[in-house]
């Protein structure tokens, strides 16, 4: 079950005198971060509310605010709730009864919303042809650095992307982007080992499967060729032995 937590945003001043906070809300995961990762995306009415306005300003003065999680460990219906109350407590700008930007009295949480497809093709739209700065780049590799996916959440991304396909402009792009660019030996060493841990099957023209493999390692126990073996699931190769090979997890 999925644990929720109710943050605050503050000025750092503030926070260090003990000061109100300018904007509450509640998530669970990387919700916390979200909006200093999407404040500068102004493409979207969503993000140009008081409350991104006011951290893209702190942006551009060259300062943060200071993100603290106030209770955690709490049920959505908890979380919804305290936000609520925070919110009431401290009061809201745009009602010029408190410190915060929220533009909502809270509670009205969109975990589990469904975004229609006319908003998912603006978004898709706004976030067309753009190039991220290197800061930008660096922010998000810091971002996801360490971060280890649940077998779950693994399982539901490689469900998301089979079977699909780029179309011949993107496979262009991503050559030329790609071109003259090498691995590091560590990164090299990292995607071999990912490889060799992969199952991998064998199938005769007809496609009934003739053998399983726990990895590609193994092959050579039945007088197959590794190499012909990779050159094959690289797609560099057609058949090997008569065989097609596949990952089993393809």
């Given at each position: 079950m999925r644990k929720f937590?109710?943050?605050?945003?503050?000025?750092?001043?503030?926070?260090?005198?003990?000061g109100l906070p300018f904007y509450m809300g509640k998530g669970s995961g990387r919700r916390i971060s979200y909006h200093l990762r999407n404040c500068q995306n102004k493409a979207l009415d969503v993000y140009n509310t008081l409350f991104y306005r006011k951290l893209r300003k702190m942006r551009l003065q060259g300062y943060k605010p200071k993100v603290v999680k106030i209770i955690d460990n709490l049920l959505e219906k908890e979380a919804l709730a305290l936000e609520v109350i925070f919110i009431q407590l401290i009061g809201r700008r745009n009602l010029k009864t408190g410190s915060l930007c929220n533009l909502t009295n809270g509670g009205d949480g969109v975990s589990g919303h469904i975004v229609s497809v006319a908003v998912r093709k603006r978004m898709s739209d706004a976030h067309k042809g753009?190039?991220?700065?290197?800061?930008?780049r660096r922010n998000i590799g810091l971002a996801n650095k360490g971060l280890h996916r649940s077998e779950k959440t693994k399982r539901l991304i490689g469900n998301c992307r089979r079977g699909k396909h780029h179309s011949e402009e993107t496979k262009r792009r991503l050559s030329l982007y790609f071109k003259g660019k090498k691995h590091s030996s560590e990164t090299r060493n990292r995607m071999s080992k990912i490889a060799l841990r992969r199952p991998v099957n064998a199938f005769d023209s007809d496609g009934n499967c003739i053998y399983q493999f726990d990895s590609i390692k193994n092959v050579i126990n039945k007088g197959f060729?590794?190499?012909?073996?990779s050159n094959c699931l690289a797609n560099r190769q057609t058949t090997h032995k008569g065989l097609i090979w596949r990952y089993a997890d393809a």
């Open positions: 937590y109710v943050y605050a945003y503050y000025e750092l001043e503030q926070y260090n005198k003990g753009k190039i991220l700065t290197e800061e930008w060729t590794r190499c012909c073996v």
